[in-house]
């Protein structure tokens, strides 16, 4: 299991590292503090410094065999392995992707049923839920402003991959099962004190703490299926 930066701190907005390979606009380096796109969360963008020089950064993805993760340059440029580079986050953009995605995780948190999907976005993201009884979305974003704005901390921990076939229920999400076969596994914690909200298996980058969401609105709960409902979610600001 590669330790990217962006697994250890999810705050970080630069990195000094160096180039392994550069082919056809795609980047690879020895670190990197941008997430790949991955488990319903958009790859990051942002620029490359080098040489006095700024190139835009329009995604980021892993590889075919999710061995690298490459960083989608906006032109193309030449440099050799080893040569020192400077990463530069888009942090408004990538926090209100932080706020979005944590906000999810409440919903998880919530809404007991299965998850069947979920997606983060800039200005709307959505969960789906495969619902044993109606949900009013009024309520429902009360109850999510409420939990909020009481904060809990965020932690995460790697665990051996065996214990998601020891405790299978960990995972919540039907349609996203967590990478297996790299040995461990990364679960992330949400707690007030001794008071477990959320413990599930998650790649993604996350606040510190749930009062970072904000206020949230809840704009609406559409019918997906008999029982599946996409809940929408949109930041107030
Ligand atoms: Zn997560």
Redesign the pocket.
């Known amino acids: 299991m590669n330790m990217y930066q962006f697994y250890q701190d999810a705050y970080q907005t630069v990195l000094d590292t160096s180039v392994v390979s550069l082919t056809e606009q795609r980047l690879i380096l020895a670190d990197t503090i941008f997430y790949p796109h991955g ?1 319903g ?1 958009p790859g990051d963008t942002g620029a490359l410094l080098v040489d006095g020089r700024r190139i835009d950064i329009l995604d980021t993805r892993y590889n075919q065999d999710r061995s690298q993760i490459e960083h989608h340059l906006a032109e193309p440029l030449t440099l050799e392995p080893g040569t020192q580079v400077s990463l530069q986050l888009d942090w408004d953009r990538r926090y209100r992707l932080m706020r979005m ?2 906000c ?2 409440l919903l998880c948190h919530l809404i007991k049923d299965p998850v069947t999907g979920g997606n983060v976005g800039e200005q709307q993201s959505r969960a789906e839920f495969d619902l044993t009884e109606p949900l009013d979305k009024r309520v429902l974003e009360q109850q999510l402003n409420d939990l909020i704005a009481q904060g809990a901390e965020v932690s995460t921990e790697w665990l051996p991959e065996s214990v998601l076939d020891e405790q299978p229920d960990l995972v919540r999400t039907m349609s996203v099962q967590p990478p297996r076969g790299q040995g461990s596994i990364r679960m ?1 914690r949400i707690a007030r004190n001794d008071y477990l909200l959320d413990y ?1 298996p ?5 606040l510190r703490n749930i009062a970072e969401v904000g206020q949230v609105r809840v704009p609406s709960i559409k019918s997906k299926g008999k029982q599946n409902k996409r809940i929408n979610i949109e930041l107030v600001d």
């Open positions: 488990g969360q995605h944590t999810l995780h992330v599930q998650c790649g993604g980058t996350h």
